[in-house]
């Protein structure tokens, strides 16, 4: 079966301290988990049952193989893996005594133009992923990077040429832009050849002033559909001018990382299932969806590993429901 979703970025391991509340100096003990929000987003798609494609670059090392069959092993396309002579990125992330994250350095103190994930030529994208699927899903981070940054050029004209809707996750994280400076407008252009944009409250904030997902959708009127995520207070949408909130679940939070992600792939999961036109009217089913799939993945430690099926978001949602 071809993938109907193309995820294009990053592919890394997360270095997850165990001791939550320490600053990165007096953390002596981590954790690796493979990420990166791009390839989070293709696992959870396969998960959820949704025939996924990751197209990123690995390095040549035991790193960038475990990934990459960690990839294939998910029944996730890998025909767009490229790799280079160059390390797998490996990122240190701290927790706070609430389990939030902070993305703050790179492994072995590479700096972070080094990794292998920023040498993705775009010359070497398999067209014939976009000649059969329905989304595109970028993050903004490989922007950060000349040759990657080329790379999401060519994956944008290929989404235009095939008609594939294209779905941005702004994913801000300051720690991979040598020059934050030159972020803003380059990611601003980027928004501009997106169909659907999600974005965590301060991405909105910063790219917008104003964390309305409907204000935002009419300043940019190419965009079909805005998500403003909120953590613990729920999301705010936009879809095809439907607009709404959904309020978090009340759930016990083990471990936050790729939440976002799991939450990305229910939309566009849902998008899969639902023609364009039904969008309106199921926009808060489809998003309630999402945020299931979000709230189940903090359950767990890790991205990947805690990310939940299809049945057991469909169970989840029936308990909610039968509990409303």
Known sequence: MHPRVICLGE????????????????????????GGAPANVACALTKLGTPSAFVGAVGDDDLGQSLTELL????????GVQIYPAPTRTVLVLRSQTNDRSFVAFGENRDTSEFADTQLQGDLI??????????????????????????????????????????????????????QNIAPALIHDLIKRADFLKMAEEEAAWLFDTTDPGVIAHRVESLEG????????????????????????????????????????????????????????????????????GALTTLKAGAIAAQPTGAEVDAFLFLDQQAS
Not at 22 to 29: C, I, K, N, W
Request: aromatic residues 10%; hydrophobic residues 40%.
């Open 226 to 293: 805005v998500l403003v995520t909120a953590g613990e207070k729920g999301c705010s949408y936009c879809l095809n001018q439907r607009e709404g909130k959904i309020p978090a679940f009340s759930i016990d939070v083990e471990d936050t990382t790729g939440a976002g992600d799991s939450f990305l792939a229910g939309f566009v999961h849902q998008l899969c299932q639902h023609q364009l036109s039904e969008i309106n009217h199921d926009a808060e089913h489809i998003v309630k969806y999402a945020s299931a799939a």
């Open 72 to 79: 294939k092993n998910l029944k996730v396309d890998t025909s």
């Open 126 to 179: 398999p067209v014939e992923l976009f000649q059969h699927a329905d989304y595109l899903v970028l993050g903004t981070l490989l922007m950060a990077y000349p040759r990657s940054r080329v790379a999401i050029e060519r994956a944008l004209q290929l989404a235009e040429q095939f008609f594939v809707k294209v779905v941005l996750d702004v994913n801000w994280r300051p720690v991979f832009w040598k020059d």
């Open 11 to 34: 592919i890394l391991f997360d270095r997850i301290s165990n001791q939550p509340g320490l600053p990165l100096e007096a953390v002596t003990t981590w954790t690796d988990y493979p």
